[in-house]
């Protein structure tokens, strides 16, 4: 079992590019959670999918942010354009089983810097 | 309002000395929770969560934590710390009517030679 795996696991970018991050959860789960570290703001639930489905994007910050998961097997976060505010490292999770209550295998997190 | 506590963003015990990191939550209806453990550079592990069941919950590594209702409280212990025990420790929280896993501040926890 491969774990989740998240790419890349380093991005440094510009203020105004487009960032993309990318999960894949482990295979067989069926719900995905986007999730931001940030020093500040500690963890932060960004979003979640259930059966490819966002159920609940309310801690999507802006409309800078998107999210999309085409298929049970990939996901990706976007930021378009991107700020230095944005600077976090972000953690895919998946679980079987829908909500949270199930266990949450977290990816080992893409760290973002935005100069 | 709905929330989870964790006493002390910092912690350091001597090698072999009990660990005690705090949580505590703020809610009318017992929640699940849960505490996850994170390495350095790494995502985060569930270490052992609490679902309604035993009050005292066995986890991974050695550590365990006891739901008290009265207390509202769920602290995670070790009776003797490793080294490689060194890391952040993150309580976290499903709230009653909610799908949400809400964290905690974390607490770093050093183990001093």
């Known amino acids: 079992d491969a774990g989740v795996i998240q790419s890349p696991r380093h991005e440094v970018t510009e203020m105004g590019q487009e960032v993309t991050l990318r999960c894949k959860p482990i295979?067989?789960?069926?719900?995905l959670f986007w999730y931001r570290q940030t020093m500040m703001r500690g963890l932060e639930l960004l979003i979640y999918?259930?059966?490819?489905?966002?159920?609940?994007d309310s801690g999507m910050p802006e409309d800078r942010f998107s999210a999309k998961m085409p298929n049970a097997s990939f996901s990706t976060l976007k930021i378009q354009p991107s700020e230095p505010r944005d600077s976090a490292v972000y953690f895919c999770?998946?679980?079987?089983?829908?909500?949270?209550?199930?266990?949450?295998?977290f990816g080992p997190g893409t760290r973002l810097t935005v100069t | 309002a709905q929330s989870v506590t964790q006493l002390g963003s910092h912690v350091s015990v001597s090698e072999g000395a009990l660990v005690l990191l705090r949580c505590n939550y703020s809610s009318s209806v017992p929640p699940y929770l849960f505490w996850y453990v994170q390495y350095p550079n790494q995502g985060l592990q569930l270490l052992l969560k609490y679902t309604s069941a035993a009050t005292l919950v066995k986890g991974i590594n050695g550590f365990e934590a006891e739901f008290k209702k009265s207390e509202t409280s769920f602290h995670l212990t070790k009776p003797s710390a490793h080294m490689s025990d060194a890391a952040e420790y993150f309580c976290?929280?499903?709230?009653?009517?909610?799908?949400?896993?809400?964290f905690g501040t974390g607490t770093r926890l050093t183990i001093i030679p």
């Open positions: 999770a998946s679980t079987l089983g829908k909500g949270a209550a199930s266990e949450q295998y």
């Open positions: 976290a929280v499903i709230f009653f009517g909610n799908e949400k896993l809400t």
């Open positions: 999918f259930n059966n490819n489905v966002p159920i609940d």
């Open positions: 295979s067989g789960h069926n719900s």
